[in-house]
């Protein structure tokens, strides 16, 4: 793929994503609060755990790197995520008062009052990094890029509605909520430049981005999303929401494969 068809793929899918993950969970959050996040959180953990392992690590491990080195990354990877979730902020709030947890009065609130700010912090530099990692997909293949970029805006709406919940309950007027928000996703863009710079010049370093953003797209979808799902509505069917959550997680699946036949061809 030509350089300059490259950045610009790269810019328009930072750019994509930022606005698409802001306009849904804005109009979610606002209209629907989180009557919808849950099937959007089963699509994707589809998504996400297919792009891992039919697409960022297959591309990987055609390159001369030692599938061994690559696996150890990975694995780091994995625990990376975990620390910088312990210290950033790194897992979005997905409840909201009056949302049938069951919390005393005032808790959600009390909450996202003091937790709104680190929200936006982590949200900002989790954005940053899947800048990076559009940047590494797209100067590894095209259709990786593609992949990737929707994995990642997959998984983007349901968090950014976790970011304006958090919002709403610590009192933000609407529209700060969306410029606050906004501000927080351009860091996407950003990292999509600095990957470009960087990886372009350092064509080595692409399988070790593809597979830390696998580990990335492990962590989130088992250690977030799977807990999510797994909260099932008390309003609800157990049976149906099974059906749904499976009937969902294979339509992200579905989308991957298609990608990735397109691909072959």
């Given at each position: 793929m030509p350089v300059t068809q490259t950045i610009l793929a790269t810019l328009a899918a930072t750019f994509s994503v930022a606005a698409i993950s802001i306009a849904l969970a804005a109009w979610l959050s606002f209209r629907l609060l989180g009557r919808f996040v849950n099937r959007m959180v089963s699509f994707s953990i589809g998504v996400l755990l297919a792009t891992a392992f039919l697409h960022l690590v297959p591309e990987a491990f055609e390159s001369s790197v030692p599938r061994r080195e690559l696996c150890a990354v990975m694995l780091i990877g994995l625990f990376g995520f975990f620390f910088l979730e312990k210290i950033a902020v790194y897992r979005h709030s997905h409840h909201f008062e009056g949302d049938g947890h069951h919390h005393a009065h005032g808790h959600d609130a009390h909450e996202a009052g003091r937790g709104g700010v680190f929200v936006l912090v982590g949200s900002a530099v989790h954005n940053f990094s899947d800048g990076i990692v559009i940047a590494g997909a797209f100067l590894a293949s095209p259709w990786v890029g593609v992949a990737a970029t929707l994995s990642i805006l997959a998984h983007e709406v349901p968090h950014k509605v976790g970011d304006f919940i958090v919002l709403i309950n610590a009192h933000v007027p609407k529209r700060k909520a969306i410029v606050y928000a906004s501000l927080s996703s351009s860091s996407i863009a950003i990292g999509g430049l600095v990957g470009l710079v960087f990886l372009e010049r350092m064509n080595v370093l692409i399988p070790y981005v593809l597979v830390v953003?696998?580990?990335?797209?492990?962590?989130?979808?088992?250690?977030?999303?799977?807990?999510?799902?797994?909260?099932?509505?008390?309003?609800?069917?157990?049976?149906?929401?099974?059906?749904?959550?499976?009937?969902?997680?294979?339509?992200?699946?579905?989308?991957?494969?298609?990608?990735?036949?397109?691909?072959?061809?």
């Amino acid at each position: 793929m030509p350089v300059t068809q490259t950045i610009l793929a790269t810019l328009a899918a930072t750019f994509s994503v930022a606005a698409i993950s802001i306009a849904l969970a804005a109009w979610l959050s606002f209209r629907l609060l989180g009557r919808f996040v849950n099937r959007m959180v089963s699509f994707s953990i589809g998504v996400l755990l297919a792009t891992a392992f039919l697409h960022l690590v297959p591309e990987a491990f055609e390159s001369s790197v030692p599938r061994r080195e690559l696996c150890a990354v990975m694995l780091i990877g994995l625990f990376g995520f975990f620390f910088l979730e312990k210290i950033a902020v790194y897992r979005h709030s997905h409840h909201f008062e009056g949302d049938g947890h069951h919390h005393a009065h005032g808790h959600d609130a009390h909450e996202a009052g003091r937790g709104g700010v680190f929200v936006l912090v982590g949200s900002a530099v989790h954005n940053f990094s899947d800048g990076i990692v559009i940047a590494g997909a797209f100067l590894a293949s095209p259709w990786v890029g593609v992949a990737a970029t929707l994995s990642i805006l997959a998984h983007e709406v349901p968090h950014k509605v976790g970011d304006f919940i958090v919002l709403i309950n610590a009192h933000v007027p609407k529209r700060k909520a969306i410029v606050y928000a906004s501000l927080s996703s351009s860091s996407i863009a950003i990292g999509g430049l600095v990957g470009l710079v960087f990886l372009e010049r350092m064509n080595v370093l692409i399988p070790y981005v593809l597979v830390v953003a696998a580990a990335n797209f492990l962590y989130i979808s088992l250690s977030d999303l799977v807990p999510q799902m797994h909260r099932i509505d008390p309003h609800g069917s157990r049976g149906r929401d099974a059906l749904w959550q499976a009937g969902l997680i294979g339509g992200g699946v579905a989308v991957v494969l298609l990608l990735n036949g397109w691909a072959a061809d």
